[in-house]
């Protein structure tokens, strides 16, 4: 995407709402010198503090560019599950994890695992989590958003980018903890709502304003919408996308994750995934927290309306320019490569999807022939990207394979409905709110890494009698630290082999979430399975997850991570059997946390919950 241009109100909003951010976590954070102060606000953060903070911590570029670039393309609605699913479990997770962690008093999730288990459990978890966060999750967001900045502005690199962006976020989370990353995420989860309003308005204006035969409608369409209101044209536009239920064969999210699969990264993530939750562990009191949680599942519910209708309108409006932008983001060099291809002599093989057959067929049938010269086989299927599919399969050894030649940029949509139909004024606005999603998103697992590190390895480990006050050096040293290491691996990540940043993350932990839902979930459920039914049921995970990516290599992973917990709840049940505890696990309470439950949460809980399923009906 070519670059757009900035007015002065634009930067001039731009510059005030990133000052004003750091400003207001610095300043609310002021005075904040002890450890439960420093990770975990002191234990004083109010519901509606909790509830922004929440999902400001929680969206991202991923959902900006991924989740509206995924509605833009064949997933259409169905990818809204990612949020409409997390409303449900963000109740559960309110009214049946949250009460256990607080009356633990703990600073870590890992750290109730040792409550339950024993330490070795909790060090486990700890060096999972570590892992991730540091080496996936971190320089994941920091390369998401730069790539985000590079493409509205090509003069900035991804390295530069990413160091602007571990920047702003390493200022006020070093200095300021958990308050500080709450109160600016007061700003930013603002912004982030307010931006995906303006979006959605202006992208159904345009909508409703566009020439119909112009964006592809059919005559009859054409016939049928003269004269309608958007709401209709949009439905009728998009009638293939406007449903939840995707074939069993997807492989992104088939009806059966629905059932089982998507639960689980749901649970994991918002009920276990430390960056999510200190957020309520630093409640002040579990009603607090409840009501918190509650409220970022009613925000839930809104997210897909305004990232995910966007999307989809995109596509209604921009296809060219969506296969513009694949061409010159991914497909030219590959183009390039065929062009000079001589299948005699190559050791390159080429592929394409189903968008790159349709919108270029006679390209497409030329690599089938290409292909099937170069592996000596006649091409079989009824269409083109069948018929080389076929052939890919054919291919000997010391072939390269080319990066897939894709029909359509879709993760663009959201760039270009800024870029097209956002005027000057608000551009500064939306990009303020693009960046703030992705610097809270960081700034909270910055702080998250270094709670970890610091309670669960310097505290226990290194030195066990160290006072607040180095606790809390530690932690911001560990903020530093790992903000320098995300902004080295980020730029590592445009390597093609790791398939894309949403692909990277969503692999790596399906290796791991398995086991830390299931250890949770047994634990609960069964309290006199023994403590090596802990780290027994972690380590069961990883191995159980690769050994169906090697073995089952078409199983969707979201199916993949409900097998693989299914196989950690049956080895830690066998684990139980053989030794079972003799008395049953009892936790430690903290009397110091007020524990009553918020009866308003809980029936507005169970409001947002039955509207969830209510959408699910609407969009079957």
């Known amino acids: 995407m070519q670059g757009f241009s900035l007015g002065w109100i634009d930067i001039t909003v731009f510059i005030v709402f990133v000052v004003a951010v750091i400003s207001v976590g610095l300043i609310k954070s002021r005075g904040e010198s002890g450890s439960e102060d420093y990770f975990l ?11 922004f903070s929440l999902i400001a911590a929680n969206i991202s570029t991923e959902q900006f560019v991924g989740m509206s670039g995924s509605a833009a393309g064949s ?29 633990a008093g703990i600073y870590t999730i890992p750290e109730f695992l040792e409550y339950r288990y024993n330490a070795s459990t909790r060090t486990a978890m700890a060096i999972f989590t570590m892992i991730t966060y540091v080496g996936v999750t ?75 035969t112009s964006i592809g409608a059919t005559a009859d369409q054409v016939q049928h919408l003269t004269g309608a209101n958007v709401f209709v044209k949009f439905k009728e536009l998009n009638a293939d996308k406007l449903h939840m239920v995707l074939p069993a064969s997807n492989p ?26 200190q957020r309520t562990l630093g409640a002040a009191s579990l009603g607090e ?105 054919k291919i000997p050894e010391g072939i390269t394979v080319e990066k897939e030649l894709i029909g359509y940029h879709y993760d663009s949509a959201f760039g270009l409905l800024i870029k097209k ?48 006050k180095s606790q809390v050096l530690v932690g911001r040293a560990c903020v530093l630290i790992f903000t320098a290491i995300g902004c080295a691996v980020a730029p590592q990540l445009a390597n093609p082999k790791f398939g894309g940043v949403f692909n990277f993350i969503q692999e790596f932990q399906g290796y791991i979430s398995p086991g830390i839902l299931g ?38 992973f979201l199916n993949r991570m409900a097998i693989s917990m299914a196989i950690v709840m049956v080895v830690m049940g066998l684990v139980t059997l053989i030794k079972p505890l003799v008395q049953p696990v009892e936790i430690q309470v903290n009397h110091s946390i007020n524990i009553e439950p918020s009866k308003a949460a809980r029936n507005i809980g169970l409001v947002i919950v039955a509207l969830t399923l209510l959408l699910y009906i609407l969009f079957w």
Request: aromatic share 12%.
């Open 519 to 556: 250890v949770f979930v047994f634990g609960l459920l069964v309290r006199k399975a023994p403590a090596m039914a802990g780290v027994i049921g972690l380590c069961a995970s990883p191995v159980a997850y690769q050994i169906m990516k090697v073995l089952t290599p078409g199983i969707a």
């Open 289 to 393: 927290g409840q009501k918190g949680i509650v409220f970022a599942a009613a925000l839930k519910l809104i997210v897909p309306f305004i990232i995910v209708i966007p999307g989809i309108v995109a596509f209604n409006l921009f296809k060219p320019d969506m296969a513009t932008e694949a061409y010159n983001t991914n497909n030219k060099p590959v183009l390039e490569a065929f062009a000079a291809a001589n299948p005699l002599t190559s050791t390159d093989a080429f592929v394409f999807n189903n968008d790159f057959a349709v919108t270029q067929p006679d390209l497409a049938a030329k690599i089938v022939a290409y292909n099937a010269a170069l592996t000596h086989t006649a091409p079989q299927g009824d269409t083109l990207a069948a018929q080389n599919e076929f052939l890919l399969a």
């Open 75 to 103: 997933l259409g609605l169905a990818i809204a599950s990612y949020e409409w699913l997390a409303a449900i479990t963000l109740v559960v997770v309110a009214f049946v994890f949250l009460p256990r962690f607080l009356k």
């Open 252 to 277: 992104s999210i088939p009806w059966t994750a629905l059932v089982v699969g998507l639960w689980l990264p749901n649970f994991y993530y918002g009920g276990l995934n430390q960056y999510i939750m």
């Open 421 to 468: 139909l956002i005027p000057t004024g608000l551009r500064g606005f939306m990009l303020a709110a693009i960046l703030g999603a992705v610097v809270s998103s960081l700034a909270s697992m910055l702080n998250s890494a270094s709670t970890i590190f610091t309670m669960d390895f310097y505290r226990k480990f290194i030195f066990k009698n160290s006072t607040d």
């Open 41 to 51: 606000a002191g234990r004083g953060l109010k519901w509606w503090l909790i509830g």
């Open 138 to 212: 971190i320089s994941a967001v920091i390369y998401s958003g730069a790539v985000v900045i590079n493409t509205l502005f090509p003069t900035i690199g991804i390295a530069m980018a990413s160091v602007i962006i571990g920047a702003l976020a390493a200022i006020y989370v070093a200095t300021g903890g958990l308050k500080a990353c709450a109160w600016a995420d007061l700003l930013q989860g603002s912004a982030l709502i307010i931006g995906g309003v303006i979006v959605v308005i202006w992208a159904m204006k345009a909508l409703g304003h566009a020439d119909l």
